[in-house]
């Protein structure tokens, strides 16, 4: 699994999909302490029905989606590059939501909301339709063995719901360093006739999405890394 790993999948898939993938890992004392005086601004408790965003960021901006956030690096590096937009953040596990607001602390950010849930419920009940301006999915569990590729989180159903959410001309940027998972984004977002892709196949990096400290480990490896890049029509 990669560093940046996501949440549980509910939609139409044998056994459900997730966004997520469970996995252990201790809370530091620094993360613990920043939930608990921070996690009450940030923290934004799941409901199954559409939230206002607007009040929810106390402004009226564009929002983008984050499904799973892992431990918050390229999230705090993309909301402070992007002050002008709203972030709405899903990880279902504690320490990395911790780690998330510990750089919203440390860094002063103020367009960053977390929702600690499925990030597949929270596309279905708590946004309205064109509501999202964006949608980011960075190094989603893989789910390396042929028999678990239907537990992948970007297959045609999910993509439908969430091209659904994007107003038009919203983005889907999607990352894996797993060169199946890339081809099977591609072919999937390839294959939803409300999107367009931005680029002839893979597209660049975006100059927005940090290199991480895993991936620049993987890139020493000599492990490859693939975006996707899609806009709704």
Known sequence: MSEEANTPESVSHPRGIRSYVLRTGRTTVGQAKAIEVLGPKYLVPYQAQPV???ALFGRDAPTILEIGFGMGEATA???GLMPEKNFLCCEVHTP??????????????TNIRIVQHDAVEVLEHMLAPGSLAGAHIFFPDPWHKARHNKRRLV???????????????????????????????LEVLSAEPALRNTADGFAPRPD????????????????GVWDVVFTKR
């Not at 990395?96 to 950010?109: N, P, S, T, W, Y």
């Not at 038009?168 to 999607?174: D, E, P």
């Open 155 to 185: 297959q045609a159903p999910f993509v439908a719901k969430l091209v659904a959410r994007l107003a038009a001309g919203g983005y889907l940027h999607c990352a894996t360093d797993w060169e199946p998972y890339a081809q099977q984004m």
């Open 96 to 109: 990395g939501v911790g780690a998330l607001l510990k750089r919203i602390g440390d860094q002063g950010l």
């Open 208 to 223: 927005y999405r940090p290199l991480t400290k895993f991936e620049n480990r993987g890139l020493r490896l000599g492990h």
């Open 77 to 79: 590096h993309i909301a």
């Open 52 to 54: 206002d965003l607007a």
